[in-house]
T-cell receptor
Framework: RKEVEQDPGPFNVPEGATVAFNCTYSNSASQSFFWYRQDCRKEPKLLMSVYSSGNEDGRFTAQLNRASQYISLLIRDSKLSDSATYLCVVGYSSASKIIFGSGTRLSIRP | GAVVSQHPSRVICKSGTSVKIECRSLDFQATTMFWYRQFPKQSLMLMATSNEGSKATYEQGVEKDKFLINHASLTLSTLTVTSAHPEDSSFYIC?????????FGPGTRLTVT
């Protein structure tokens, strides 16, 4: 079983739609959680950290359920510029080792 | 935010040769850096953890004699792909943590012909 699992997609949705991504992780000792965004042939960029209390940044909302070992990302009012691959990332210690999920491709159509 | 650079950004080499990729933290010191590899349409796979002043820690399945890592200073880690083969063609990315965040280099695209 992979340490971090995501639906690979692709998700193809119209502009303005709401889209949700899910992710599960296998190691209950995981300590930190993130969503990264990666554009084609570029390095990944941090989108947001994920906290148990849930957190929101503009159109983006992330949730963490430690009991279920489940992480989610919700994008509201999607824009064309949101088209990218979204990576669920889990960290294991203060040494900052992080493990990436396989990524979910999102394509927003006009 | 912090800046991590990689050099070269793109390299083409012949099968059997060795290639060195540099990862530098430009405005902070990093005792630890991470090396990832990404094949087309796949996610980043952690290859190894580079530790300043000590041996690198390799992930399972990564050949330490093929992927040599040297973390000679607090701002520089190098990855050398020895005796490269076409199957080593990939996107290699390094990262370094600071202030609770992970900063990624822009990546090096290696093509082995």
């Amino acid at each position: 079983r992979k340490e971090v699992e995501q639906d690979p997609g692709p998700f193809n949705v119209p502009e303005g739609a709401t889209v949700a991504f899910n992710c599960t992780y296998s190691n209950s000792a995981s300590q930190s959680f993130f969503w990264y965004r990666q554009d084609c042939r570029k390095e990944p960029k941090l989108l947001m950290s994920v906290y148990s209390s849930g957190n929101e940044d503009g159109r983006f909302t992330a949730q963490l359920n430690r009991a279920s070992q489940y992480i989610s990302l919700l994008i509201r009012d999607s824009k064309l510029s949101d088209s990218a691959t979204y990576l669920c990332v889990v960290g294991y210690s203060s040494a900052s080792k992080i493990i990436f999920g396989s990524g979910t491709r999102l394509s927003i159509r006009p | 935010g912090a800046v991590v650079s990689q050099h070269p950004s793109r390299v083409i080499c012949k099968s059997g040769t060795s290639v060195k990729i540099e990862c530098r933290s430009l405005d902070f010191q990093a005792t630890t850096m991470f090396w990832y590899r990404q094949f087309p349409k796949q996610s980043l796979m952690l290859m190894a953890t580079s530790n300043e002043g000590s041996k690198a820690t390799y992930e399972q399945g990564v050949e330490k004699d093929k992927f040599l890592i040297n973390h000679a200073s607090l701002t520089l880690s190098t990855l050398t792909v020895t005796s490269a083969h076409p199957e080593d063609s990939s996107f290699y990315i390094c990262s370094a943590p600071t202030s609770g965040e992970q900063y990624f280099g822009p990546g090096t695209r290696l093509t082995v012909t």
